[in-house]
């Protein structure tokens, strides 16, 4: 290799040895891409050796999202690029960076490469800049600011006559009117979505479909159909191969274990979980484990337990700056001193209030906690105020944030003055009202193959 350098025509045999690894027989595996990209380096094609790659990870992002490997892949380029191919540089880095929690550096290479690919006239991968910007500012706690960002990349999908693209806009409107408790929007964007994919032949896409779809379906207390869509999209990722998608449906499965109350089977999946998001080496999975180890360890009254989860949530997400994350284990931490009677509970909910968020789960969660302290304080119309604005934190109030049943029924056994025993037993009745008219409805409803529209 050494001599090879120093001969005049090493440029020439460089590129030649990348055009034979083409006829490679594992031609399409990581491993022969980075030598063909690493022989077009060498040969100064730095450009083109900048395409294969780009190529590469595009295919490979719509089977899977192995972020460190990507990370690891644009690291060759570092340097090597400029103008339009650094823009794409920048697209795929963002896009890694977000799936590992470094939010502020995404959003930073996203703009960069929206600036620039407006400047160039490239209005598709404008688009899909515009939709990943749109991401990233939900992830970052503004959900209704980076939910206007994925429309507008999703009329311009429309525009440009991208179905792949439209899908992915809608995978994420949907995702982002799940965490602001439209739902019934969220339902109809994700079934429109998943029929695309399936059109498109985007297996990937239409497994974080089903996914979703669960996750509303859990929060309306329909845990057993979210079990059914939860596992159908876990059958699509082990088609794939998708290591992480089965994590997060295994999440997903104990989070509807824990809705209807089945601890036995929530806790070891829960485990199991967060044992495949650390192998994997994504912390935000491995938080919302944590997260929901401790909700079950402290419905089991195991406070001690639940400290030790919600500390390791919180350290988790303050880690990847995840404001939402923060929130939620925050008012963890404060429940359990509740819960305690700890004197310094007043000051955990004070530090929980200076976190601003839109979404309704973690609203509802915070309105909640904050009755519980007026509860213990005797304020007896700040509390009715409080469990008034927890219920209508949803547009349905059937629908509840994931620890809300548990906490309610917490809060049904204290004692009370005023309206708040009425309005807390009333809210319990019927969440429970409506989980058992959708059991009813799912026993007595005729079977029918599942469809793309329907899943």
């Known amino acids: 290799m050494q001599r090879l350098h120093e001969r005049n025509d090493a440029p020439a045999i460089f590129r030649l040895a990348a055009s034979a690894l083409a006829k490679h027989p594992a031609v399409g595996s990581r491993r022969i891409m980075k030598h063909r990209v690493t022989n077009l380096l060498r040969a100064g094609d730095d450009d083109i ?8 990870i595009a295919g490979s992002w719509r089977r899977g999202r192995d972020t460190a490997a990507t990370l690891r892949d644009l690291e060759l380029l570092e340097g090597r690029v400029t103008g339009q191919v650094a823009a794409e540089y ?23 490469a929206k600036r620039a690919f407006d400047q160039s006239g490239d209005a598709s991968r404008a688009a899909h800049s515009l939709r990943l910007l749109g991401h990233i500012a939900s992830d970052l706690g503004a959900p209704a600011q980076g939910r206007l960002l994925v429309a507008d990349a999703h009329q311009r999908f ?51 479909c089903l996914l979703l779809l669960a ?11 979210a079990r ?34 089945d601890l036995t089977h929530a806790r070891p999946r829960a485990l199991s979980a967060r044992a495949a998001f650390h192998e994997l080496q994504n912390p935000r999975g ?3 484990c944590e997260r929901l180890l401790a909700m079950l360890a402290f419905d089991d009254d195991d406070f001690a337990g639940a400290s030790i989860h919600a500390a390791r949530a ?17 008012l963890l931490i404060a429940q359990i001193a509740l819960a305690k009677g700890d004197a310094g509970a007043d000051a955990l909910v004070a530090d929980c209030d200076r976190i601003l968020l839109d979404e309704a789960e973690p609203r509802q969660h915070r309105h909640i906690t904050r009755a519980w302290l ?16 927890a219920r209508t934190a949803y547009q349905d109030w059937a629908q509840t944030a994931d620890h809300t049943p548990a906490l309610l029924k917490r809060l049904s056994k204290l004692e009370w003055e005023g309206p708040s025993r009425g309005r807390i037993r009333s809210w319990l009745q019927g969440v429970e009202k409506s989980e058992a008219d959708l059991s009813r409805f799912l026993v007595d409803a005729p079977s029918s193959p599942s469809s793309p529209g329907d899943a």
């Open 228 to 261: 059914t869509l939860l596992h159908e999209s876990r059958g699509e990722f082990d088609r794939i191969g998708y290591q992480l998608g089965l994590a997060q449906c295994d999440i997903a499965l104990s989070h509807a274990d824990y809705r209807a109350f």
């Open 374 to 389: 007026a509860q213990r304080g005797g304020d007896w119309a700040g509390a009715a105020d409080e469990i008034e604005r």
């Open 158 to 208: 429309e525009a440009l006559g991208d179905d792949q693209g439209k899908s992915q806009a809608e995978v994420v409107l949907g995702e982002i009117d799940y965490l602001l408790g439209n739902h019934a929007q969220a339902r109809a964007e994700l079934h429109e979505a998943s029929a695309r994919c399936s059109v498109t032949g985007d297996v990937l896409g239409r497994a974080q």
């Open 49 to 56: 050796a900048a395409g294969l790659m780009f190529q590469f």
């Open 286 to 288: 491995e938080a919302a």
């Open 90 to 112: 920048s697209l795929w880095r963002a896009e890694a960076l977000r799936h590992i929690g470094r939010l502020e550096e995404a959003r930073e290479h996203a703009e960069l």
């Open 314 to 330: 919180s350290t988790l997400y303050a880690t990847l700056h995840d404001p939402w994350g923060e929130l939620e284990s925050g």
């Open 215 to 225: 996750l509303t379906e859990t929060a309306s207390g329909g845990f057993e159909h």
